[in-house]
C-alpha cells in the first residue's frame, strides 16, 4: 500500500481539525459545515478509509509512526529499515566513459 507525504497528512489533519472546531462553534452554520465535511472526505481519500473519524485516527497514528509494517517515508522517500543501503555518492564508483 502507497501512503502519503507525512507532510501533507500532517497538513490535511490540522484542516480537518481547525473545521472540526469551526463546526462545533457554529452548529448552525452551514458554510463551515460543508467545509468540515470536504475536509473530512479530503482524509478519508488520503488514509484510505471509508469515515472521517477513522481517517483523523489513521493519520495521527501515520504521524507517530504507529503503522506496523507498512512503508514509512525518510527524507521524503519511501523506506524500510531492512532495505539495503547504497553508498555515498562520493563512494560510487561511475563506469560511464569506460570501454
Not at 463551515?32 to 488520503?46: I, K, N, P, Q
Not at 478509509?49 to 507517530?64: F, N, Q, S, T
Amino acid at each position: 500500500m502507497l501512503l502519503p507525504a507525512k507532510a501533507e497528512v500532517a497538513r490535511q489533519l490540522r484542516r480537518y481539525r481547525a473545521w472540526e472546531r469551526a463546526t462545533l462553534a457554529s452548529p448552525s452554520d452551514r458554510g463551515v459545515r460543508a467545509t468540515f465535511e470536504d475536509s473530512g472526505y479530503t482524509l478519508c481519500v488520503l488514509m484510505g478509509k471509508r469515515c472521517a473519524r477513522e481517517a483523523a485516527d489513521a493519520a495521527e497514528r501515520y504521524l507517530r509512526g504507529n503503522m506496523g509494517g507498512h512503508v514509512h517515508e525518510q527524507g521524503g522517500r519511501p523506506h524500510r529499515g531492512s532495505a539495503v543501503r547504497r553508498a555515498p555518492p562520493a563512494e560510487r564508483h561511475s563506469t560511464a566513459g569506460r570501454h
